[in-house]
């Protein structure tokens, strides 16, 4: 059984900054890409950042150079830091297994309740 917790959301003014984090319990995340997701009002979800057990990261054309995302394997912990955040950074963030893990681990229906970030001024 796994299990995602989202935290540290809220709202910020356009420019401001944000770190989210994320505990996993489940044995697996410790071996996994582990990943943050955005979806935004009326859109599907989106993949916002990857990052390997190893410390390798990826991350999508809106973030980069915006957003740091990090993992603590000893904590199950992955974080993500926002900063320069603009109106359509507006979603709720989840974390999960990276795309890869989602089907390898049968993870696609093992979401959190996630967390909501509103840039608004």
């Known amino acids: 059984q796994v299990q995602l917790v989202e935290s540290g959301g809220g709202l910020v003014q356009p420019g401001g900054s944000l770190r989210l984090s994320c505990a996993a319990s489940?044995?697996?995340?410790?071996?996994?890409?582990m990943a943050w997701y955005r979806q935004a009002p009326g859109k599907q979800r989106e993949l916002v950042a990857t990052?390997?057990?190893?410390?390798?990261?990826n991350y999508g054309d809106s973030v980069k150079g915006r957003f740091t995302i990090s993992r603590d394997n000893a904590k199950n912990t992955v974080y993500l830091q926002m900063n320069s955040l603009k109106p359509e950074d507006t979603a709720v963030y989840y974390c999960?297994?990276?795309?890869?893990?989602?089907?390898?681990?049968?993870?696609?229906?093992?979401w959190g309740q996630g967390t909501r970030v509103t840039v608004s001024s």
């Open positions: 990052i390997t057990s190893g410390g390798s990261t």
């Open positions: 999960n297994a990276d795309p890869a893990g989602l089907v390898l681990f049968r993870l696609k229906d093992s």
């Open positions: 489940g044995s697996i995340f410790s071996i996994t890409a």
